[in-house]
């Protein structure tokens, strides 16, 4: 998985990266594991603790790279 991104100005490139990391893996997880299921018998949340829930794992994570792209804007921040 890629994401290039142009945040602004970065102070500490390492937790930016960690940070964008965070949310594409959130965002795979939320695409392909997370939801909620209901039980219509019982007109309940069928998986309604979090030992049921499912979230990614470090097994489930692709590689991933983050690109910083710097750009210079001469309108936001004068």
Request: aromatic share 6%; glycine share 14%; no cysteine.
């Amino acid at each position: 998985m890629v994401g290039a991104f142009a945040p602004g100005r970065v102070l500490n490139p390492r937790t930016a990266r960690s940070q964008l990391m965070g949310g594409m893996l959130w965002g795979l997880g939320q695409a392909l594991l997370e939801g909620t299921h209901m039980d219509t018998g019982q007109g309940r949340w069928a998986n309604a603790s979090l030992g049921d829930y499912l979230v990614p794992v470090n097994a489930d994570a692709p590689d991933v790279d983050v690109e910083l792209i710097e750009i210079t804007d001469n309108v936001v921040g004068r």
